[in-house]
C-alpha cells in the first residue's frame, strides 16, 4: 500500500512576541483539520515548535495534492483569524497571499512530503526547528547519511553500504526548482562543497541507493525569496524513514549532539547554536536560541502511533547545558563579524538603508 506522509507547517501568530502560538490557536487549527479530514486524512497530528504550527497527516493522495494542501491552508487561515481576533503577533505571519492556488508552496507554509510504499514496520522522524532557515539540516543530515564517523550502518549494515543519493536544490534560484543530483560516498566532496553554503544550496531529499526508496524529504521554501522582503524565517520541517535500508534513530539524531551553529536567531539576522528541545518548546534568549525538535512515529496502514519526543532524555540535557554556553558566547560579541549574518542575508531593510546613506557621506583622500 502506497501511504503519503505530508508535513505542512506555518506560523500564524504567536503569544508575546514570536515565542509560541496559543491554545486557542492550536485548537481553532485542530478543529480545522478535523472538520475537514473526512474522507481525505488517514491520520494526523498538530503540534508546534516554537511560533510554529505543523499539521503532520498521512493519506493516499501523494505529494502536492491539492485537497490535501488546501486542507492545511484553510486550517491556518481559520487559525490567522482567531489569532487577528486575539491580538496575537504576527498574525497571519506566514500567509503571504490572500487566495489559494492549487498548492501551498509559494504561498508561504513550509511542506515536506514522501510517498512511501510501506514497510512490514515503518518507523519515521519529523523533526521541526524554529528561528532558522533550511539550510539547518544540511550538516546532521550530511553527517547522518554520508559519515561513518556518526552512521555506523555505512559500515555495518550491508543494506546501507551503497550509501545514499543526494537531491540538493539551489534556493537562490526562484524562477523554476534548480536541483542536483550527487552520491555519496563517491561524491561527498562535491555534496560537502556545496552543502557548506547553507544560505544557498540545502537538502531536498535523500534516497537509498541500495534500494532507490526515498528516506528523507524537507521543507527547502526561502519565505524572503517568496515575499521580496524580510516575514520571518523560514523555520524547516524533515521528515526522515529510519532503520532497515536507512539510518537508525539514534544515527540520525546523533549530529545533532554538535549544536552546530545556524543562520536565524534574532530577527533573522544571527549566528546561533542549533539546540535539540523537546517537543513544544518555546523561544526564549534573544528569541532563540534556534531550535529543533524531533518525534518518532511507527505508522501502519497510514495510522500513525503516538509519538515519541527523542530530544526527551538526560543525554540530551547534557547537550542543551553545551548549547546554551555556545549561545551565550557568539552573543557576547554582539553585532560584530561572524555573529551576525553577511550583507546579503541580513533579513531587515533598515540596515541596508542606512548603510547606503553612510555611503554617501565617505570621502576621499589620499
Ligand atoms: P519567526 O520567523 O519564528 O517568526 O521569527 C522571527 C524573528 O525575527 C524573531 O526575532
Ligand atoms: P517589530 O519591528 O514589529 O517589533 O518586529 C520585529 C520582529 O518581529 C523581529 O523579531
Ligand atoms: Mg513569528
Ligand atoms: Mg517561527
Redesign the pocket.
Known amino acids: 500500500m502506497k501511504t503519503t506522509i505530508s508535513v505542512l507547517k506555518a506560523d500564524i501568530g504567536s503569544i508575546g512576541?514570536?515565542i509560541k502560538p496559543s491554545q486557542e490557536l492550536l485548537a481553532e487549527v485542530r478543529n480545522s483539520v478535523a472538520a475537514n479530514a473526512k474522507g481525505l486524512l488517514i491520520d494526523y497530528y498538530i503540534s508546534f515548535t516554537g511560533d510554529d504550527i505543523a499539521i503532520l497527516c498521512t493519506h493516499t493522495r501523494g505529494v502536492n495534492d491539492e485537497k490535501i494542501h488546501k486542507l492545511a491552508w484553510d486550517a491556518f487561515r481559520a487559525g490567522t483569524t482567531v489569532a487577528k481576533k486575539a491580538g496575537l503577533y504576527?498574525a497571519g505571519q506566514d500567509l503571504l497571499k490572500d487566495a489559494f492556488s492549487g498548492n501551498v508552496r509559494g504561498l508561504g507554509p513550509a511542506v515536506a512530503e514522501m510517498e512511501i510504499e510501506e514497510r512490514e514496520n515503518e518507523p519515521f522522524l519529523f523533526f521541526a526547528a524554529d528561528k532558522t532557515d533550511p539550510g539547518a539540516y544540511n550538516l546532521p543530515f550530511y553527517l547522518a547519511f554520508a559519515d561513518p564517523m556518526y552512521c555506523s550502518g555505512l559500515i555495518l549494515s550491508p543494506k546501507m553500504s551503497q550509501g545514499f543519493k543526494f537531491r540538493i536544490i539551489d534556493v537562490s534560484y526562484t524562477e523554476k526548482n534548480k536541483i542536483i543530483e550527487l552520491v555519496a560516498p563517491e561524491e561527498i566532496y562535491d555534496i560537502a562543497a556545496l552543502l557548506r553554503d547553507t544560505e544557498k544550496y540545502v537538502i531536498e531529499s535523500i534516497y537509498s541507493r541500495s534500494t532507490g526508496n526515498q528516506c528523507a524529504a524537507l521543507s527547502t521554501q526561502r519565505l524572503h525569496n517568496i515575499a521580496g522582503k524580510y516575514t520571518g524565517k523560514d523555520d524547516p520541517v524533515a521528515l526522515v524513514r529510519v532503520q532497515g535500508e536507512f539510518p537508525a534513530t539514534g544515527e540520525v539524531l546523533a549530529p545533532f549532539n554538535i549544536g552546530h551553529y545556524v543562520a536565524g536567531f534574532?530577527?533573522g539576522s544571527h549566528i546561533g547554536p542549533l539546540m535539540p528541545c523537546k517537543l513544544q518548546t518555546t523561544i526564549s534568549y534573544f528569541?532563540g536560541p534556534p531550535v529543533v525538535t524531533g518525534a518518532a512515529f511507527s505508522i501502519k496502514e497510514g495510522k500513525l502511533s503516538e509519538p515519541a519526543d527523542v530530544f526527551d532524555h538526560p543525554y540530551w540535557e547534557a547537550i542543551r547545558m553545551q548549547v546554551a554556553h555556545k549561545a551565550s558566547e557568539i552573543r557576547r560579541q554582539g553585532f560584530c563579524g561572524p555573529s551576525m549574518l553577511p550583507f546579503s542575508e541580513l533579513e531587515y531593510g533598515g540596515v541596508v538603508e542606512k548603510l547606503k546613506e553612510l555611503d554617501k557621506k565617505f570621502k576621499f583622500s589620499d
Open positions: 512576541g514570536h504576527g534574532m530577527r528569541d
